[in-house]
């Protein structure tokens, strides 16, 4: 059983940067996928951004390409989100999650999920 903590979100003004991280326990951190997810009020989970167990491969939703970057430590269990450039769009909450390998952008692939971290973002 992998347990996932999330932290690092809070308030953050439109243009800033944040950088959410994920630490892992209870499991082989190394071998699993790993991906952000977030949910918006009144909105369904979305996808957000994956990365491999080895890191050497990442994959990100249009929304956040080029501003969002994904990576982990294997070393310390943890994976990380550096969001840059926010926009008010991206107010949610952020979520990790644990999968086997191609689990990409399907959350119904993902095995545990962290309870996880508010992102406010604002004008």
């Known amino acids: 059983q992998v347990q996932l903590v999330e932290t690092g979100g809070g308030l953050v003004q439109a243009g800033g940067s944040l950088r959410l991280s994920c630490a892992a326990s209870g499991g082989t951190f190394s071998t699993y996928a790993m991906g952000w997810f977030r949910q918006a009020p009144g909105k369904e989970r979305e996808f957000v951004a994956t990365i491999s167990w080895s890191g050497g491969s990442t994959y990100y939703a249009a929304s956040v390409k080029g501003r969002f970057s994904i990576s982990r430590d294997n070393a310390k269990n943890t994976v990380f989100l550096q969001m840059n450039s926010v926009k008010l769009e991206d107010t949610a909450v952020y979520y990790c999650?644990?999968?086997?390998?191609?689990?990409?952008?399907?959350?119904?692939?993902?095995?545990?999920w962290g309870q996880g971290t508010q992102v406010t973002v604002s004008s």
């Open positions: 999650a644990a999968g086997p390998g191609g689990s990409g952008g399907f959350a119904r692939r993902y095995d545990y």
